[in-house]
Nanobody, 124 residues
Framework: QVQLVESGGGSVQAGGSLLLSCDYSALIITLYGMAWFRQAPGKEREFVAGVSWSGDRIYGDAFVNGRFIATRDNVKKTMYLQIHNLKPEDTAIYYC?????????????????WGQGTQVTVSS
């Protein structure tokens, strides 16, 4: 059973923006932290950003540049990742995940529910 559903990916030109969404309405417990990860071709999956139920956010070291903004709407049960000034190196599959902790961390081991991912492709 799919618990998390990502959407919003696509093919864009460098410099553009995308808004990724993660629908978590199927989750029974939604008080835990959630996060965005991404996996580029030939690379390991990496932590992008996490958002607690109350809205506290953390970002991976490579994502504190202001181009990535993670938010969540607990009424709509949707988490978002806004990406500005997209670069070809942002090409990846973007996944959302639910943590087992209230405060999201950067380790995949902390996350027990994952979405199928949404592909983002950035051309130069």
């Amino acid at each position: 059973q799919v618990q998390l559903v990502e959407s919003g990916g696509g093919s864009v030109q460098a410099g553009g923006s995308l808004l990724l969404s993660c629908d978590y309405s199927a989750l029974i417990i939604t008080l835990y932290g959630m996060a965005w990860f991404r996996q580029a071709p030939g690379k390991e999956r990496e932590f992008v950003a996490g958002v607690s139920w109350s809205g506290d956010r953390i970002y991976g070291d490579a994502f504190v540049n202001g181009r990535f903004i993670a938010t969540r709407d607990n009424v709509k049960k949707t988490m978002y990742l806004q990406i500005h000034n997209l670069k070809p190196e942002d090409t990846a599959i973007y996944y959302c995940a639910q943590s087992t902790q209230r405060l999201p961390g950067d380790s995949e081991r902390e996350y027990d529910y994952w979405g199928q991912g949404t592909q983002v492709t950035v051309s130069s």
